[in-house]
């Protein structure tokens, strides 16, 4: 069974500095993809970030950029010089295919404070 | 624009009703999905559909029903068998492409029982 854990339940960052959200996954499927999603106190889920199980290099999207370290299952978000808005929850997911089923899981989340 | 869209943002229930979730999408996605988030909690998932008219049980289906009878729709009965339904719902659509997954959400929906 796939599993993703977030062992940080909240993290500080001040203003203009990075920061790294922890993400470890556990499955035996050679093919998945790991997603990072934030939600902010409006409740919506955002995109942003992806980084399938083949790719060499590491994704980046603006600001965001993911760790991806295979050998050790973990894929860490970073967050480059932090702004207020992006003070949020921060959820881990990962997408497995089993036939024809396209289910993400994920993970209880970090919630993320960015102080001025 | 292309969407997603919950309605009602806010809901209320008494004990022992049936209530229905909206979730309605124009972009055109096969794949729909409804998950139930707790406070403090990440996403569990309650059913999904890959294809109009069938659906199937995610990890928590118990008290919970679906229809899809149309691509476009995919609505969420709370049934007054789901013994704590007070929770934050959220539905997705997603597009496959190049063996990625992406779901993109809705608003979601906010059930309290009173």
């Known amino acids: 069974a796939q599993k993703i854990t977030q062992t940080q339940p909240g993290m500080f960052v001040q203003e203009k500095e990075a920061v790294t959200l922890d993400c470890t996954y556990d499955?035996?499927?050679?093919?998945?993809?790991l997603f990072w999603y934030k939600q902010p106190s409006s409740g919506e889920m955002i995109f942003l970030i992806y980084?399938?199980?083949?790719?060499?290099q590491n994704a980046t999207e603006g600001r965001y950029s993911l760790n991806f370290q295979k050998a050790r299952k973990s894929a860490n978000l970073v967050i480059s010089a932090s702004q207020l808005g992006d003070s949020a929850m921060y959820f881990c997911a990962m997408s497995f295919s089993g036939g024809s089923n396209y289910k993400l899981t994920f993970g209880k989340g970090t919630l993320l404070t960015v102080n001025p | 624009d292309g969407g997603i869209t919950q309605s009602p943002k806010y809901l209320f229930r008494k004990e022992g009703q049936n209530v229905t979730l909206s979730c309605e999408q124009n972009l055109n996605h096969d794949a729909m999905y409804w998950y139930r988030q707790d406070p403090g909690q990440g996403l569990r998932l309650i059913y999904y559909?890959?294809?109009?008219?069938?659906?199937q049980k995610g990890d928590i289906a118990e008290g919970y029903s679906v229809s899809r009878e149309k691509k476009e729709s995919f609505p969420l009965t709370v049934t007054s068998a789901q013994k704590n339904p007070t929770a934050f719902y959220l539905c997705?659509?997603?597009?496959?492409?190049?063996?990625?997954?992406?779901?993109?959400f809705g608003p979601g929906t906010r059930l309290t029982v009173l």
């Open positions: 997705a659509s997603s597009r496959v492409w190049e063996g990625r997954n992406e779901q993109f």
């Open positions: 559909s890959q294809i109009v008219n069938d659906f």
């Open positions: 980084q399938g199980s083949y790719d060499e």
């Open positions: 499955t035996s499927d050679q093919s998945y993809g």
